[in-house]
């Protein structure tokens, strides 16, 4: 088996380390119920709720959001944002990994 290279080892390390990692908006709704007479939708301050709201394949979608499950998916969108960064910088890195390599090989020319 060929040796992972330090990059890819340091990529693997980094992905590993932010799960759960996800995309889309979380947010804070205030919703009415259906009961009469009731006094929280009275006095205006309804029903707190959290939404996750993403796309996927295209389509716009939103999906009701258990409150102990709010933290985990903040947490999620952080992650995601900091995968989006290691995305960015897996090209630069791969290209300048490949002028190293290119570089020792010239420096050591009987090695193949
Ligand atoms: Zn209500």
Redesign the pocket.
């Known amino acids: 088996m060929k040796h992972k290279t330090l990059t890819r080892q340091k990529w693997e390390n980094q992905l590993r380390a932010l799960w759960p990692a996800l995309k889309g908006s979380l947010a804070k709704v205030a919703k009415?119920?259906?009961?009469k007479n009731?006094?929280?939708?009275?006095c205006g301050d309804?029903?707190p709720a959290w939404i996750l709201s993403f796309t996927l394949r295209g389509k716009r979608k939103t999906m009701y959001v258990p409150l102990p499950l709010v933290v985990s998916l903040k947490k999620g969108l952080q992650n995601g944002r900091k995968v989006e960064t290691i995305l960015y910088q897996t090209g630069p890195d791969l290209l300048k990994q490949h002028r190293q390599t290119v570089k020792k090989k010239r420096k050591h020319p009987t090695k193949s």
């Open positions: 009415p119920c259906i009961r009731c006094p929280a939708c009275a309804k029903h």
